[in-house]
């Protein structure tokens, strides 16, 4: 059965569409990831299928009898409700009931003595509302998902969350709804480990239809059956997952530099013969010059385009560190709880980081790792113990969810804020300008307005502005978040050869 209809699907970017005549749908059961550079249009593509961001042409239409979820990039909530308020904002009939009954139900746990008749009859017309609907194997799905994600209290404010744990409820709330087309805009972002691992095993073998956009290459690798890659204002299909998506790119490239050459070839002997002289004015010769132009734009927007996909670059000349680094002594921190206690997330933590170590921080959702990092940069005070930073120890915090700033301001000028210029390892200096080039962030963007880019451009600047500052000790709390696949491998290479503490 099919779910979703796309049809000549347009949106228009900054300056250019962003898409154009994109046409494609899903099936009952498909798995399907799209993949593309940061602003090639992902999130905007997948707003306008779940009715979010409104087109400029082109149709979508989703099978009635199967409704769509819709989790995107940045959920957003209202600090002040719970849990629970958050997760049943659904309109859906069946999730009502269901929190109604769980309302009721918790209302008896806490009733102390005899049962008022107004409760009981309230649970007992609510349970034959359950029975008429067969709601019962529904609320034991949604009951399993709450529990593996860890929401076990749903009475917890929004705005006391971790980021982790709010992007768990957000995930939450889009799986417990009864529908059958799920479209995710980067659903591990800020999850923890085991938490990724039960969702792609929950998404590799759920029978609902998934679309989602994502840069965890495993993840999409384990799930996806299918891959659209949106490139070039243009929508393509590859079979297959991840891996036979790299596989068919590779033999993709091969077969257009084969053409590249031999059209390079047959122009050149075509240009010789426009050089020779005025010809014969007739039609077959205005009809040879006219074929030389076509395959000339040709030639040209194929080198345009491989110019695009040829990977960046970048390295910071190596500041030296002294023999003091940065000293954590008997650290603590908690924060309080809403019924008046406190979860101590750090207690008595000490340590002294030493040349060159390279640590990695994990934990379930909300155990404090982004604490951790927030006492060791001083950004946050700890309760107890103390953080002493060396002399020569210069920290750059790449944060979970950064302020960029930069209101008003180009990307060019909000980079230029930090520094005009930085040196390399080979003593060489490169401007804001070509750093940003550099990071393929080229041409028009540099001039365009920092709050006009797309999620994973900003972290790419913001992380450019970051080395600016040439750190000799990299704090990063998620930095892969919002990057496209291509960033992400030149992130890992710079940070696999990176000099300093990280």
């Not at 029975?131 to 009951?143: H, I, K, M, P, Q």
């Not at 929508?235 to 068919?248: C, H, I, M, S, V």
């Not at 960029?404 to 390399?424: C, H, N, P």
């Amino acid at each position: 059965m099919n779910l979703l209809s796309v049809s000549k699907l347009a949106k228009m970017g900054r300056e250019a569409p962003l898409f154009t005549e994109i046409t494609f749908g899903l099936d009952e059961g498909d798995k399907a990831a799209l993949i593309g550079k940061n602003g090639t249009g992902k999130s905007t593509l997948l707003g306008c299928i779940a009715g979010s961001v409104v087109p400029d042409g082109g149709t979508v239409v989703i099978n009635k009898s199967a409704g769509v979820s819709f989790l995107p990039q940045n959920p957003s909530f209202n600090p002040g409700d719970t849990i629970r308020d958050h997760l049943f904002k659904s309109d859906s009939p069946k999730l009502r009931v269901i929190r109604a009954y769980g309302v009721a139900c918790a209302r008896l746990a806490a009733a102390k003595g005899a049962i008022p008749d107004a409760l009981q009859n309230e649970i007992d017309s609510l349970t034959a509302e359950m029975d008429a609907n067969d709601l019962w194997t529904y609320e034991n799905s949604v009951g399993s998902i709450l529990t593996t994600l860890g929401l076990d209290s749903l009475d917890a404010n929004m705005g006391s969350l971790s980021g982790g744990m709010l992007k768990k409820v957000a995930l939450a709330q889009v799986l417990i709804e009864d529908t059958k087309l799920l479209l995710l805009d980067e659903p591990t972002n800020h999850l923890d480990i085991s938490t990724i691992a039960w969702l792609e095993e929950y998404l590799r073998t759920t029978d609902r239809s998934v679309l989602m956009v994502t840069h965890d290459r495993y993840f999409l690798d384990a799930v996806c059956r299918a891959i659209y890659e949106l490139e070039f204002r243009e929508l393509t299909r590859y079979d297959g997952n991840f891996t036979r998506y790299l596989e068919k790119k590779e033999i993709a490239a091969q077969i257009r530099a084969n053409t590249d050459a031999r059209l390079e070839s047959v122009l050149r002997s075509e240009r010789e013969w426009l050089l020779r002289g005025p010809q014969a004015r007739g039609t077959k010769a205005q009809a040879r010059i006219d074929s030389i132009h076509e395959k000339m734009d040709r030639l040209r927007l194929s080198k345009e385009q491989l110019k695009q996909n040829k990977e960046f670059s970048f390295a910071v000349s190596g500041r030296r560190l002294g023999g003091k680094i940065l000293q954590a002594e008997s650290l603590a921190k908690a924060w309080p709880l809403p019924d008046g206690g406190e979860n101590r997330v750090i207690a008595d933590f000490s340590y002294e980081f030493k040349k060159g170590e390279r640590i990695g921080v994990f934990g379930d959702n909300g155990s404090g790792k982004t604490t951790l990092l927030n006492l060791l940069t001083g950004n946050l005070k700890p309760d107890e113990g103390s953080v002493t930073r060396g002399e020569n120890t210069v920290i750059a915090y790449y944060r979970q969810n950064p302020e960029l700033g930069g209101d008003g301001q180009t990307v060019l000028e909000y980079i230029k804020d930090a520094a005009e210029v930085i040196a390399l390892p080979d003593g060489s200096t490169v401007s804001a300008s070509q750093l940003l080039d550099r990071f393929g962030l080229d041409g028009k963007i540099q001039y365009s307005p920092v709050t006009t880019l797309s999620g994973g451009e900003r972290k790419r600047v913001y992380l450019v502005r970051l080395l600016m500052a040439n750190p000799n000790f990299l704090v990063l709390d998620e930095p892969t978040n919002d990057f496209d696949i291509y960033s992400m491998g030149i992130l890992e290479a710079f940070l696999a050869d990176y000099a300093g503490c990280l």
